[in-house]
């Protein structure tokens, strides 16, 4: 079993549509959570941390279920540049640094 | 400022020859990171440098693969006896130490024939 599940998707939505993406964790001992955006043959970049109190980001807001080991993104008003693959993250289970990522989250914004 | 640089961008290899790949990373990044991302996959973990030694290199899928930062910038990382199922793309990523934000270059897309 893979540490960080996701549903691959893909969501196709037409623009202005609220889209939401779920991550599950196993590690329960994890403690750094992220969403990260990859555009198409592009490398991975932070779209924005995730805490425990939730965060807000724009049209962007995470969550974070420690208990459930849950994830989520929420984006508001999509635009058709949101239209790339997110991938939930924890940070690894051994040093605390490495980066575990989920398969990703493929994200169609259609005019 | 400049960000995380990888070479070459692109790399095709015959089955069993050797390769290398090279990260430079944001100057004054201690912590340097390998991944490889097969397709349609997230990247995985392959190996953590902190400063010029290996934290951890648990990720490294067997021997045939190394990597080394003798100076604690510029980051090699060695595959011996290339095999099909290694081709996928390569991505370094720096960050200031090892729990900051980590910073990924655009990778180096490896094809093994």
């Known amino acids: 079993r893979k540490e960080v599940e996701q549903d691959p998707g893909p969501f196709n939505v037409p623009e202005g549509a609220t889209v939401a993406f779920n991550c599950t964790y196993s590690?329960?001992?994890?403690?750094?959570f992220f969403w990260y955006r990859q555009d198409c043959r592009k490398e991975p970049k932070l779209l924005m941390s995730v805490y425990s109190s939730g965060n807000e980001d724009g049209r962007f807001t995470a969550q974070l279920n420690r208990a459930s080991q849950y994830i989520s993104l929420l984006i508001r008003d999509s635009k058709l540049s949101d239209s790339a693959t997110y991938l939930c993250v924890v940070n690894g289970k051994n040093s605390g640094y490495a980066l575990n990522f989920g398969k990703g989250t493929s994200l169609l914004v259609t005019p | 400022g400049a960000g995380v640089s990888q070479t070459p961008s692109n790399k095709v290899t015959e089955k069993g020859k050797y390769v290398e790949l090279r990260c430079d990373p944001i100057s004054g990044h201690t912590a340097l990171y390998w991944y490889r991302q097969s397709l349609g996959q997230g990247p995985e973990f392959l190996i953590y440098?902190?400063?010029?030694?290996?934290?951890?290199d648990s990720g490294l899928p067997n021997d045939r693969f190394f990597a080394v930062r003798p100076e604690g910038s510029v980051s090699t990382l060695k595959i011996q006896r290339t095999e099909r199922g290694d081709s996928a793309v390569y991505l370094c990523a720096s960050s200031t130490t090892g729990l900051e934000t980590q910073y990924f270059g655009p990778g180096t897309r490896l094809l093994v024939l």
């Open positions: 440098f902190q400063g010029t030694g290996a934290a951890d």
């Open positions: 590690n329960s001992a994890s403690q750094s």
